[in-house]
């Protein structure tokens, strides 16, 4: 299962985080800004979204109305400290499914996740991505043109496949790091340059080497 915390309390984030992987065995992505909260979430899929109420740059509730407003469909969880009614009303108005003050025990979180996932509610995220004469399919892994395929690494598949999710835009080689490898892993932004590499060459047998653009001390990206 793939959750997004937003929480901008650094020990309270760390704790949540830590216990949702070690002792869930969920894969998590951890974000303290309302901003990075709304790109997180629009760039990839996640089984539920945990907002912190308060966040610098864009409040649980402000991203929560951003996001539903522009149609996202999948699971909000709202934290936060605020205990009144009108406060429960101003996030659940918002668009949140459930909501948990703090303090709270970790089992009674994983008891609410458990309870939205299986309302089944989340969006279905499409098996192929399109892109100009090519077909990325998300269950076999495999890149397409029509006329010939090649299998992708895991690593090739997650990196082409958030780059489409985002052509347009350039991804710094840090964000790229933390969604595909994860904020704790032991490695380098020179494995980003190696997968790139890796599948420049695959891309190359296509005739679409350039596809994919490196820009100078940031990051990568695919043109719309």
């Not at 499409?126 to 992708?152: A, T």
């Not at 494995?191 to 420049?200: F, H, P, S």
Request: net charge negative; with cysteine; hydrophobic share 40%.
């Amino acid at each position: 299962m793939n959750i997004l915390l937003a929480e901008d309390d650094l020990k309270l984030g760390e704790l949540i985080g830590y216990m949702l992987k070690k002792k869930a065995g969920y894969q998590v992505d951890w974000v303290k800004e309302g901003e990075d909260a709304y790109f997180y979430s629009t760039s990839s899929h996640y089984d539920v979204l945990i907002l912190d109420w308060m966040m610098p740059n864009g409040t649980g509730v402000e991203v929560c109305r951003r996001l539903r407003k522009e149609g996202y469909a999948g699971a909000i969880l709202m934290l936060t400290a605020k205990d009144s009614v009108e406060d429960r009303i101003n996030g659940l108005d918002a668009g949140a499914d459930d909501y948990l003050i703090k303090p709270f025990e970790i089992d009674e979180l994983l008891a609410r996740i458990r309870a939205l996932t299986r309302r089944n509610f989340a969006p279905i995220v499409e098996d192929e991505v399109h892109y100009r004469d090519l077909v990325l399919s998300r269950i076999s892994q495999m890149l397409s043109d029509g006329n010939k395929e090649i299998q992708l690494s895991p690593r090739e598949f997650q990196l082409l496949d958030l780059l489409l999710q985002n052509r347009g835009q350039v991804l710094p080689r840090e964000l790229i790091l933390e969604r595909i490898w994860g904020v704790d892993a032991d490695v380098s932004t020179k494995t980003i340059d190696a997968t790139v590499k890796l599948l420049r060459k695959k891309l190359d047998s296509f005739g679409k080497y350039d596809l994919l653009q490196s820009i100078r001390g940031v990051g990568y990206k695919i043109e719309n």
